[in-house]
């Protein structure tokens, strides 16, 4: 993954012509793309590592895996949200890591952990550096370094149980990697993020991932038989069985623990047979209330789709414009996606039973088409997120979850807040919205916000995203859905779970973690 | 319920002639009954509560709610275990709390522990007082006086949402006031243990509970949308949305609590239409085994149905036999019993594909009957049971889980450790199995045991537990998959979840309860 943006290079690509076009009229953006900095001449905050800690470091996981070379360190200086990029884009020094290290195993973890503990050096764990809520920034707390831990080398597929289906894999693995160990076998995991190509195993669990397919293969916590996890105060391996009445769910605590509790080092994970089958269908509904009634309808029925989303009227204009469908057959109304995955018999009885709910709800099938182009270009939005930047145009996204009931209400409320706070500042926003995660009880929103850049877009974000967390918490969703909570999303955390959860939160921190070294400013108000 | 039984008196009966002929048989009893105790009779230990502390109560939840006299604390004595059923049959003092109870609402909870923890008297939460493994014995720890918090005037549904599919229900609900509740607006909870009767829905939550239509509803903690938990250190409202990535599950870490945390007083449940049609089907399957991968290829197919379990050899002979077929078409193999529950489209479309892959592996539908009679007799069990320890014989459960690969194993170890465990004592058993909730990646094991008693029944049955506990942890099955922990599993506690995962709950303890009131002697070793 490239420094100061999202992905690999020869993904890169400046924006369409008539993109470029489209930008100009609807914001007033010159549409000339900035020239990005050359990478070795990025200056870096210096390190705060002495040569005493650097040899210590080099003794517990080997002289070549300790990094403090220029590259190593710019590469782990953070995630990827919009003000993540935005701020590599300054000029000045980046913030970075004292060293980068690359142990080898869970034992090397866990004496990393314990070095640093006597140390007094802080630690944060990386996977895939994907994280959108500034959860691998290299803060150093109230330590006088900080070091990031690199898991790429805990990339193994072990304990393949295929009868079981489960298969425990490394903390370090990408979801590619992962999926390619696992197809060797004929399985899969399923877990497809936006983040896939570049998020970890360990990474995923840390963060209650959420992939979109998680309507039929569930949530990476869903997926989660065991866990290994390092801490300071050693070692635990949690779950015993798929399911336990033995006291408190602990892989429930370290699941979505951000590298604050302990280092997730290898998952456990439910795994299936890779599809024999996909039957795509995408469908149309006359707007998003009756879009979102029908997506209820079949999941309380237990017949949802592996793949079901739904997309509002602007995300549904703009996605059929992507497409290259201007100027074709206009669709109006919402675009939803359904995707059924598994053997020809359930590809067969599963799609019949969600589409005849569908159907009975004001559905209209629309072919096989956008859902097969949805699936072309899923991981593809981040790319075109980093060419919208280079031309002053500010593009984020967020998400919430809340009960189906108040999913109307949500929607408005944040829509309200961002256009609000945006237009407040004299650059009104295209704000887009679709349901990306559904359950019985309620759905995720996941919104795409478009506007064009103030001379100071950090500020400018900041300022909307604070006047939407305050929507979110007001109106009953939760701050977070599948992003987590890294840096960004902590303000909001006493209002999640009360005074007295932090105090528990607090509690398990200052019994695995008793100085305190493990992700400072992260989760934990 | 009765003080030294199961159930309600007009449910009681002594065993039918030919079963008596049947044990006299093979166990060598004589069948005849022993004569219980009056219940006025039985010498309870003197109440440890001073007038002053009883003075205090009463100012906390009224004077009227804090019960003292004989009945009341026979009647919160314990739970229902095997053992602790024995024990009321013993002469002697019974142990009892030193008061029982019973606060109005939520804020009365809070304001009991307050008391308690300035006063220093242990706290034990008790809902139907149907465990099985004496979680809720009166034991008062290092304090000098114990009261129980009975729950059941928190008996309310609030917050009906049937858009959403959810209901706040009160912690002292039984089951079928809960469901009475939410029936008369056309919903229901669908958890179905052999508890229901009695059993309520914050015991439900505090043990992990998972009913016989887990397969379609899910488990008790699957169903959890938002607790509502009193400490001593405050309120704890968890749950935000059906989803969230905003760090660790808490509400994971209070279900399974089993009353050392807090004191669960509401429960947001995930609900659904009560069903339009069920659909009933047994089948029949040459062993155990061929079974059991039919029942793993139908939930790895996502075709699973409502209900889903499966009787081995054993069990299969003896279930029929109660079901009066004795003599009549002898049925060898294994029964499995299937319910699929829903619209009559998702009945259908379920149930084909669900038949189809149970015939694919080998099983024989055999009709209706057989999982009717099921269904009809689900919550007779206990009673069974009780009339058994009338007349000489030794009768328990217990119950396990683990992956599918393992369970072949498991299943043989726990038969073994039983068997030879009795058997050298002198009392060779009759043990049956059924595989009672099933997961994508393993299902749990129900195990009855039947042995003729010895004159000390329970020291022969803490021998048989120990053996069998020791041989499911070293089998690597978890030590209770919904019987919970409670006093009797304590022991194996630390090897469940590691001497740091027992670190991390005496500190979450320590945070909500630092007194160490709450249900001491429970759960946490």
């Given at each position: 993954?490239?420094?100061d943006?999202?992905?690999?290079?020869?993904?890169?690509?400046?924006?369409?012509?008539?993109?470029?076009?489209?930008l100009?009229?609807?914001?007033?953006?010159?549409?000339?793309?900035?020239?990005?900095?050359?990478?070795?001449?990025?200056?870096?905050?210096?390190?705060?590592?002495?040569q005493a800690?650097?040899a210590?470091?080099s003794?517990?996981?080997?002289?070549?895996?300790?990094?403090?070379d220029?590259?190593?360190?710019?590469?782990?200086?953070?995630?990827k949200?919009?003000?993540?990029?935005?701020?590599?884009?300054?000029?000045?020094?980046?913030?970075?890591?004292?060293?980068?290290?690359?142990p080898?195993?869970?034992?090397?973890?866990l004496?990393?952990?314990?070095?640093?503990?006597?140390?007094?050096?802080?630690?944060?764990?990386?996977g895939?550096?994907?994280s959108?809520?500034?959860?691998?920034?290299p803060a150093?707390?109230a330590?006088?370094a900080?070091?990031?831990?690199?898991?790429?080398?805990?990339?193994?597929l072990?304990?393949?149980?295929p009868?079981s289906?489960?298969?425990?894999?490394?903390?370090?693995?990408t979801?590619?990697?992962?999926?390619?160990?696992?197809?060797?076998?004929?399985?899969?995991l399923?877990?497809?993020?936006?983040s896939?190509?570049?998020?970890?195993?360990g990474?995923?669990?840390?963060?209650?991932?959420?992939g979109?397919a998680?309507?039929?293969?569930?949530?990476?916590d869903?997926?989660?038989?065991?866990?290994?996890?390092?801490?300071?105060?050693?070692t635990l391996?949690?779950?015993?069985?798929?399911?336990?009445a033995?006291?408190?769910?602990?892989?429930?605590?370290?699941?979505?623990?951000?590298?604050?509790?302990?280092?997730?080092?290898?998952?456990?994970?439910?795994?299936?047979?890779?599809?024999?089958?996909?039957?795509?269908?995408?469908w149309?509904f006359?707007?998003?209330?009756?879009?979102?009634?029908?997506?209820?309808?079949?999941?309380?029925?237990?017949?949802?789709?592996?793949?079901?989303?739904?997309?509002?009227?602007?995300?549904?204009?703009?996605?059929?414009?992507?497409?290259?469908?201007?100027?074709?057959?206009?669709?109006t109304?919402?675009?939803a996606?359904t995707?059924i995955?598994?053997?020809?018999a359930?590809?067969e009885?599963?799609?019949?039973?969600?589409?005849a709910?569908?159907?009975?709800?004001?559905?209209?099938?629309?072919?096989?088409?956008a859902?097969?182009d949805?699936?072309?270009?899923?991981?593809?939005?981040?790319?075109?997120?980093?060419?919208?930047l280079?031309?002053?145009?500010?593009?984020?996204?967020?998400?919430?979850?809340?009960?189906?009931?108040?999913?109307?209400?949500?929607?408005a409320?944040?829509?309200?807040?961002?256009?609000?706070?945006?237009a407040?500042?004299?650059t009104?926003?295209?704000?887009?919205?679709?349901?990306?995660h559904?359950?019985?009880?309620?759905?995720s929103?996941?919104?795409t916000?478009v506007?064009?850049?103030?001379?100071d877009?950090i500020?400018?974000?900041?300022t909307?995203?604070?006047?939407?967390?305050?929507?979110?918490?007001?109106?009953?969703?939760?701050?977070?859905?599948?992003?987590?909570?890294?840096?960004?999303?902590?303000?909001?955390?006493?209002?999640?779970?009360?005074?007295?959860?932090?105090?528990?939160?607090?509690?398990?921190?200052?019994?695995?973690?008793?100085a305190?070294?493990?992700?400072?400013?992260?989760l934990?108000?």
């Amino acid at each position: 993954m490239v420094w100061d943006a999202w992905g690999i290079p020869s993904e890169h690509a400046p924006l369409p012509e008539k993109i470029r076009t489209l930008l100009a009229q609807v914001f007033g953006v010159s549409g000339e793309s900035v020239t990005r900095r050359d990478e070795g001449s990025v200056p870096l905050r210096t390190s705060a590592l002495s040569q005493a800690h650097l040899a210590g470091l080099s003794t517990v996981v080997g002289p070549d895996q300790v990094r403090t070379d220029h590259r190593a360190r710019l590469l782990h200086a953070g995630g990827k949200s919009t003000p993540d990029l935005l701020r590599r884009r300054l000029d000045g020094p980046q913030d970075a890591p004292d060293a980068v290290l690359f142990p080898a195993d869970h034992d090397q973890v866990l004496a990393v952990l314990e070095y640093c503990t006597e140390q007094r050096i802080a630690v944060v764990p990386f996977g895939g550096g994907t994280s959108v809520v500034g959860g691998v920034d290299p803060a150093r707390g109230a330590f006088d370094a900080v070091v990031t831990l690199d898991l790429r080398r805990l990339d193994s597929l072990t304990d393949l149980d295929p009868v079981s289906g489960t298969a425990t894999l490394g903390a370090g693995l990408t979801g590619p990697q992962a999926e390619k160990l696992l197809a060797a076998h004929g399985l899969s995991l399923g877990h497809f993020p936006q983040s896939f190509e570049f998020a970890s195993i360990g990474g995923f669990a840390a963060t209650r991932s959420s992939g979109q397919a998680s309507a039929g293969f569930g949530r990476f916590d869903d997926m989660i038989q065991r866990l290994r996890v390092a801490t300071p105060g050693g070692t635990l391996d949690l779950g015993r069985a798929p399911a336990s009445a033995a006291g408190p769910d602990l892989r429930e605590l370290f699941s979505g623990s951000e590298g604050t509790l302990g280092v997730i080092t290898a998952v456990t994970l439910r795994v299936h047979p890779v599809p024999a089958t996909v039957g795509y269908q995408a469908w149309s509904f006359p707007d998003f209330g009756a879009g979102a009634a029908a997506l209820r309808s079949v999941v309380q029925a237990g017949a949802a789709p592996t793949v079901l989303r739904l997309s509002d009227e602007a995300e549904t204009g703009l996605n059929l414009a992507r497409a290259g469908d201007i100027g074709g057959n206009p669709v109006t109304g919402c675009l939803a996606i359904t995707t059924i995955e598994g053997s020809a018999a359930h590809v067969e009885a599963r799609g019949a039973e969600a589409a005849a709910l569908l159907t009975a709800a004001g559905g209209t099938a629309l072919g096989e088409q956008a859902a097969r182009d949805w699936e072309h270009g899923r991981f593809a939005a981040p790319y075109l997120r980093d060419a919208l930047l280079d031309v002053g145009i500010l593009c984020e996204t967020l998400e919430t979850a809340t009960s189906w009931s108040n999913l109307a209400e949500l929607k408005a409320k944040v829509t309200a807040a961002l256009t609000d706070s945006l237009a407040g500042q004299g650059t009104p926003p295209l704000v887009m919205c679709h349901i990306s995660h559904t359950y019985p009880t309620g759905a995720s929103l996941y919104f795409t916000v478009v506007a064009k850049q103030l001379d100071d877009p950090i500020a400018q974000w900041h300022t909307a995203k604070h006047a939407v967390g305050d929507a979110i918490a007001a109106a009953g969703g939760t701050i977070t859905h599948h992003h987590a909570v890294g840096a960004d999303h902590r303000p909001w955390m006493t209002g999640e779970i009360g005074e007295l959860g932090v105090r528990v939160l607090r509690a398990v921190k200052q019994a695995v973690d008793p100085a305190g070294i493990l992700n400072p400013g992260k989760l934990i108000p």
